[in-house]
């Protein structure tokens, strides 16, 4: 059984950082497709970051540069390190996973390509 639980949200100035976790069980990263979505009121959620079995990438350009994926294999966590944050980066964040591979489906970062998800973590940026 996959879950998925984020943790590490919270509320910063603009300009700070953030670091993002997800501890999943029932995830094997060399099988599996994960990613990082965020949700604003009102708005679609939306694609952040995919990362394949390979470490290979794939962000959205609003936060190239900003933000990095990464994981710990040996931790089953899967980290988001938020830096830059800007007031428009306020959102639900979701962990999300899906057992078909990255590459696959081109790197989506389509959240109904993805088949599991967290909780979310609120994160919010004041200016």
């Known amino acids: 059984q996959v879950q998925l639980v984020e943790s590490g949200g919270g509320s910063v100035q603009s300009g700070g950082s953030l670091r993002l976790s997800c501890a999943t069980s029932g995830v094997t990263y060399s099988q599996y497709c994960m990613g990082w979505f965020r949700q604003a009121p009102g708005k679609e959620r939306e694609g952040v970051v995919s990362i394949d079995r390979n470490a290979w990438t794939k962000y959205a350009e609003s936060v190239k540069g900003r933000f990095t994926i990464s994981r710990d294999n040996a931790k089953n966590t899967l980290y988001l390190q938020m830096n830059s944050l800007r007031p428009e980066d306020t959102a639900m964040y979701y962990c999300?996973?899906?057992?078909?591979?990255?590459?696959?489906?081109?790197?989506?970062?389509?959240?109904?390509?993805?088949?599991?998800w967290g909780q979310g973590t609120q994160v919010t940026v004041s200016s």
């Open positions: 999300a996973a899906d057992n078909t591979p990255c590459a696959a489906k081109s790197f989506s970062l389509l959240a109904p390509d993805f088949g599991y």
